[in-house]
């Protein structure tokens, strides 16, 4: 079936930095649609970016992620984070034309002043 | 405005004892799903529909039923809650578009004792 894989499990910042959050997945299909979800303490998740189109760059309130099928990945990025950033990000895909969505683990990101 | 909306918030249940918990959406969403959060593993997907009378077996559905009784509602439900039940879930509403993202609810905090 198909997978993501989040390596980062926890990531901790200094207001003003760069961020990469990281992101692979395996699938057996061509057909992809991939997201980045947000969750902030105590919310519902939320969609922040998503993206089917190969090399393609795909930006959302300050986040960007292009979607690289030749390496698997939908890495998450910004140039200078926010303390308002701190929160749980999971990436996700959906196969195959599947309505289902495959999350990874996700990523805490906790920004500090 | 389209909402998901989960009910109950919080709910504390005796290991063993029934429990039910209830999504209603207003998006006209023909797809909903369930999924438990849970700390290293992200969101899993127990239960889904495609739509009123329908249920699927997500990736972990035992000792979990689910009931969609219309296109608005769909609920989850523990017959023999068990403390390794304790978690939070969450409710999502898709449409049937191809590779289509979520809505979600805001979330019930099960703890099982």
């Known amino acids: 079936g198909d997978s993501v894989t989040q390596t980062e499990g926890l990531v901790t910042l200094t207001e003003g930095l760069p961020v990469k959050l990281n992101c692979t997945y395996q699938?057996?299909?061509?057909?992809?649609?991939f997201f980045w979800y947000v969750q902030h303490l105590n919310e519902a998740p939320k969609l922040l970016l998503r993206?089917?189109?190969?090399?393609k760059r795909t930006e959302h309130q300050g986040f960007h992620a292009t979607l690289h099928k030749s390496s698997s990945s939908f890495h998450l990025q910004k140039s200078s984070v926010q303390l308002s950033d701190s929160a749980l990000y999971f990436c996700?895909?959906?196969?195959?034309?599947?309505?289902?969505?495959?999350f990874g683990a996700g990523t805490k990101l906790t920004i500090k002043p | 405005e389209a909402a998901v909306t989960q009910s109950p918030r919080n709910k504390v249940a005796v290991t063993g004892g029934k429990v039910t918990l209830s999504c209603n959406q207003t998006?006209?969403?023909?797809?909903m799903y369930w999924y438990r959060q849970d700390t290293g593993h992200g969101l899993r997907l127990i239960h889904y529909?495609?739509?009123?009378?329908?249920?699927e077996k997500g990736d972990i559905p035992d000792g979990y039923k689910a009931s969609r009784p219309s296109q608005e509602n769909f609920s989850l439900i523990l017959e023999l809650a068990t403390p390794s039940q304790t978690s939070v879930y969450f409710c999502?509403?898709?449409?049937?578009?191809?590779?289509?993202?979520?809505?979600f609810g805001s979330g019930t905090r099960l703890l099982v004792i």
């Open positions: 998006n006209n969403h023909n797809n």
């Open positions: 999502a509403s898709g449409d049937e578009r191809h590779n289509s993202d979520y809505t």
């Open positions: 529909s495609y739509g009123a009378g329908s249920t």
């Open positions: 699938t057996a299909y061509s057909d992809v649609a």
């Open positions: 996700a895909l959906s196969a195959g034309g599947n309505e289902k969505i495959t």
């Open positions: 993206s089917s189109t190969d090399n």
